[in-house]
């Protein structure tokens, strides 16, 4: 049995920090969920919640005593600007007696990932999940309300991954010996095109949803009504349209790294039901 540890998740409100918080609970270890905002924090119960912010790391060092691990991502602030801050968050860590750090891969390069990397104070993993389940709550309003999804690029294939899986291998690095110098691709357990997916929403609703493609153009205009900006967009057509070879390319990463199967989106879809249910009549 793994000794009981305490880690300390950065990010803890975040889609994946939740999971991880959530994960390390349930296999015994004491958590510090770690947040800007400690009073109105949301996380998952029988985890300590502490106040900090990476972008001032120096607001780190009372939650990092005693602390075994540390998860990270790679931006802070109200904007979600990348860290710059790197540096002086390992040489917190180190001090504290931090001995194992996972970084959630944000996407492209980071300061914060590239300090990491280049830390041999410490056992690191990268972790390098592709398109989230979760994405498809953006899908949420709009069934309820009319029965439709309207997206570009129905066609393309994905990988997407369970964000509890993440979570899992995320919890395994940090307290299980073997994997300092990792890189972890996470992926789901097939491959799904957007009509996949929608069927699976419709399956948990027991009703249909139509499916209707966007052209190019019309996702576009949509995407910068949200007020989104280029290059944000421009990211948006490159993954969607283009996707990567992995994005669309399934690995067995939280198999061998937690010992059981990555999660279906068709289980995501069950346990998120609640969310796609019909508007009131």
């Known amino acids: 049995m793994t000794q009981t540890q305490k880690l300390l998740v950065t990010g803890a409100t975040g889609t994946v920090g939740r999971e991880v918080v959530a994960e390390l609970l349930a296999r015994g270890h004491a958590v510090r969920a770690l947040t800007r905002d400690a009073a109105g924090a949301a996380v998952p119960d029988g985890a300590e919640v502490v106040q900090g912010d990476l972008t001032e790391p120096d607001t780190l060092a009372p939650a990092l005593e005693g602390v075994t691990g540390l998860h990270l991502i790679t931006f802070g602030g109200p904007y979600f600007t990348p860290l710059e801050t790197g540096p002086r968050i390992l040489e917190l860590a180190r001090a504290a007696g931090v001995r194992r750090v996972t970084v959630l891969h944000g996407g492209g390069p980071s300061l914060l990932e590239d ?5 041999d104070g410490v056992d690191w993993t990268v ?4 398109e989230f389940m979760a994405n498809a709550l953006e899908w949420a309003d709009r069934i309820a309300a009319s029965d439709e999804v309207r997206e570009p690029f129905v066609s393309r294939l994905s990988a997407m991954v369970h964000e509890g899986d993440i979570g899992a291998v995320a919890a395994v690095a940090l307290t299980e010996e073997g994997h300092g110098g990792r890189e972890y691709v996470i992926t789901g357990p097939e491959l799904l095109t957007v009509g996949d997916k929608v069927a699976a929403v419709a399956a948990v609703r027991g009703r249909e949803i139509a499916l209707v493609e966007l052209t190019e153009e019309q996702a576009v205009a949509r995407w ?8 944000v967009i421009g990211f948006l057509l490159e993954a969607y349209g283009n996707t990567p070879e992995v994005g669309r390319t399934v690995v067995d990463t939280v198999e061998k790294v937690t010992g059981r199967p990555a999660r279906t989106f068709a289980r995501w879809a069950a346990e998120h039901a609640d969310a796609f249910s019909a508007a009131p009549a």
């Open 224 to 231: 910068r009504a949200a007020g989104h900006p280029q290059d």
């Open 115 to 119: 300090a990491v990397r280049a830390d």
């Open 127 to 130: 972790l390098m999940p592709v």
